[in-house]
Each structure stands twice: as C-alpha cells, then as structure tokens.
C-alpha cells in the first residue's frame, strides 16, 4: 500500500522569498517519488525526480527536494520564487515493480509581486 | 516530437451513451494510465497497463473499461456514464520501472461533462 499527503492545500509567498512544499509519503516498497507541476489550464510537467539515487534531487527552476527516509519526507525547495512558479503542484509515488502511482492532493503556490 | 495524444479534448454527453476517450503515445512506452482530476482530490488512477494485453485496475475503476491492444494505444471506456464522471481526464505514458519508475509524459486532458 501506499499513500501521499501534501501537508498545505495552500501555499502564498511573495516573489524572491523561498518556496517549501510539504510531501509526506508511506510505501511498502522503495519508493520512486515525483514532483510535477501544473499551471492553470496546462497539463502536468516534472519538476523533478528521486529514485534511489541523490538524496538530494535537482529539478527544472531551480527547485530541488530532499528525500528523507527516516521521517518519510520528500519536500519541495526553491530558494526564490518567481511570478512564473504560481502554479498547482503535486507530489507522487510510484512503487517499483507495480504499476500504481498516487498522487497527492496538491498544493496551489500563490506568489505576490 | 514526443507526446501523448488525447482526442476529445472536450466532451459533453448524457447519461447512459456510451463514449471511448482515445489514448495514443508515439515514444514507444510500455506503460500507460489513466487518471481523473477533480477538485481538491489531486488525481486519481483509473487504469494501468504494463504493455499489450496487461492492465490492471488503479484506485478508481469502477464504471470505466479500458483495453491494450496496440502498444501506442490506450483507450478509455465509459459504457454507461453517469454524472459523477464528470471530471478531467489525463493519459499518461512512460518507460515504466528500472531501478526506479521513470517520469509519465501525460496528454493535454479531455474534458468530460455528462448531464
């Protein structure tokens, strides 16, 4: 079994001011997890991915997002957010050797100039 | 140039009229799925596919059919729909798993309202 959960529906910063995105995940097996983002009325994008490798992940940007197995976090960073990062963004599961993916609900980042 | 397909991109229709969602990927990815948003509930899987002839059921199945016959295709099946269907769809395709899964490539969605 597995099972995502984004800690905030909600998300506002201003523009410059860093961006953290919360993503806890539980997994009966090593997990392969996602982060995609998606901009109103777009499809979905990857941000970036952690599979096995770095646990420290670098994606499209200037995001990156730390997997941390002991606390079974995979938490979305940027340093400085952009106008353009005003978006939905989604962080996924996938077990290796199954076919399901979970999403988690989502997290909406609001950015204020 | 690499994409995923989905064709209606909109769709209105009624209750109990059969409708097929077509699915096509040109990357030559043995993995396929289907998934529905709605608001606040992220998106949900309906069906898998692991290459031609293997699909299995995601978290959401029920009142949907889907079939893999080719490997570029996918279609979704709703045989009787009904108004809590009414949702955005998304195709997605992928390599599928090596020492980890590789990322889904999704369609641009399909937009479904039945009345």
């Known amino acids: 079994a597995q099972s995502v959960t984004q800690l905030d529906s909600h998300v506002s910063v201003s523009e410059g001011t860093p961006v953290l995105l919360r993503c806890n995940y539980s997994?009966?097996?090593?997990?392969?997890l996602f982060w995609y983002v998606q901009h109103p009325n777009k499809g979905l994008q990857l941000l970036l991915k952690?599979?096995?490798?770095?646990?420290l992940v670098k994606g499209i940007n200037g995001f990156e997002a730390e997997f941390k197995k002991s606390e079974t976090s995979f938490h979305l960073t940027k340093p400085s957010a952009h106008m353009s990062d005003a978006a939905e963004y989604f962080c996924?599961?996938?077990?290796?050797?199954?076919?399901?993916?979970?999403f988690g609900d989502g997290t909406t980042l609001t950015v204020k100039p | 140039e690499a994409q995923v397909t989905q064709n209606p991109r909109y769709l209105i229709t009624v209750t109990g009229k059969k409708l097929t969602v077509t699915c096509s990927q040109n990357?030559?990815?043995?993995?396929m799925s289907w998934y529905r948003q709605d608001p606040g509930l992220g998106l949900r899987q309906i069906y898998y596919?692991?290459?031609?002839?293997?699909?299995d059921k995601g978290d959401v199945p029920e009142g949907y059919k889907v079939s893999r016959k080719e490997k570029r295709n996918f279609p979704l099946i709703l045989e009787s729909p009904s108004p809590n269907q009414t949702s955005l769809y998304f195709c997605?395709?992928?390599?599928?798993?090596?020492?980890?899964?590789?990322?889904?490539?999704f369609g641009p969605g399909t937009r479904l309202t039945v009345t």
């Open positions: 997605a395709s992928s390599q599928g798993a090596g020492q980890g899964w590789y990322e889904q490539y």
């Open positions: 997994s009966s097996y090593s997990p392969s």
């Open positions: 952690y599979t096995s490798a770095a646990t």
């Open positions: 996924v599961v996938s077990n290796t050797n199954a076919g399901k993916s979970t």
């Open positions: 990357m030559n990815h043995e993995y």
């Open positions: 596919s692991m290459n031609v002839e293997v699909t």
